[in-house]
């Protein structure tokens, strides 16, 4: 999926780090991701799900909280309060660059910090919470008990959460055990998806029906049966997220049309950044950009590269094809093709191509097959050059599509 870079303040003004995770066509809506307890945003479950949810349409935010991670600030004296804010504050930079967070998704004690921000987030229409506590204080359990009392006596302390050595003050203890998740599940007015392992050794089953009574109508229930807390199996992250989606499906706009395009290929801009593209080419979307350096976001295939695409596609096919015919034991082909301009030439535009061609043909037959990378019917175009009829003003007519059809 394409991915970038999207880093934004806090409410203190530090630096927070995320990634975008964008769907391959036009984003349905988009989702802010909240990681659980010290987990940071590359948590596996974390990018599975993000990037799962991407493929079903569905762009994410995930993002390191205040301290954690690659974002600034001092995760031991910040709280649960702050990472509610840290939420909001990722759902405001989000909404600045014209993608405002509809569906909020947290895993552990994030599922409980995005049921405590759905409330400041009116452009929210769904909260889905993966493994959460009832009682947010639920995460201490982690600390070492003689650590813990050190913390609350002197003020801060040295914690290991997970292996992780942590410097952790009282206020972070203190701000934990103040929270009272119930009174926001009464106010949420949201829909509200739990999901929850009854083998979750972490956070037992009690939290979630803590959770599910508490919460009012419309909520729903999926059961992550067999998973770990952390979701460490693939498998698990991937059945999180496809429930996600599918339930998330009656809340989120309307996605785009799928109807068949009169053209062969289609280009919009999506208004993020400054070039990045929905494109349509067939029945596929994905997305069209500029690199970084270039003034794009670095989040698809340029133009060129599109253009160096269809000659390496064409090529592998035509000798493919031209193999079948010879009856030949071709296994697999390969191709790469590189662009680039010779300044002051004639032709400027040069391409050059490298094909790898697997399975028990001999010499004669591999350089044959080499010969007729030559005769692709895209290599071809691009050797004897293109005419080009006027560009029209307009979408223009819809062509008769039952040709079309039958060749996409």
Known sequence: MPTRPFDFPNATGERLSGRLEYPVGPARAWALFAHCFTCGKDNKAAVRISRRLAGAGIGVLRFDFTGLGRSEGEFGASGFAHNVKDLVAAAEAMAAEGMPPMLLVGHSLGGAAVIAAAGSLPDVRGVAAIAAPFEVDHVLNQFDPDALARVELEGQGMVSIGGRPFAVGRELVQNLREQELGAHLATLRRPLLLL?????????????????????????YVSLDGADHLLTNAHDADFAADMIAAWARRYLPEPLSTALSPFDAEAEETGLGKFQLAMRAGKASFIADEPEQLGGLGSGPTPFNLLSAALAACTTMTLRLYAGRKGWP?????????????????????????????????????????????????????????RFDPTEAGWGADEDMSARSELS
Do not use: W
């Open 196 to 220: 929850h392992s009854p083998v979750d050794q972490t956070v037992g089953m009690d939290n979630v029906t803590s959770l599910y009574l508490a919460a009012k109508h419309p909520k729903s």
């Open 330 to 386: 071709v296994e697999r082909i390969r191709t790469g093709v590189r662009h680039r301009k010779e300044a002051g030439a004639d032709v400027p535009d040069v391409f050059s191509r490298s094909v790898e061609i697997e399975g028990p043909i001999d010499e004669a037959q591999y350089a044959e097959l080499i010969g007729v990378a030559d005769r692709c019917p895209v290599h071809r175009t691009l050797n004897a050059g293109s």
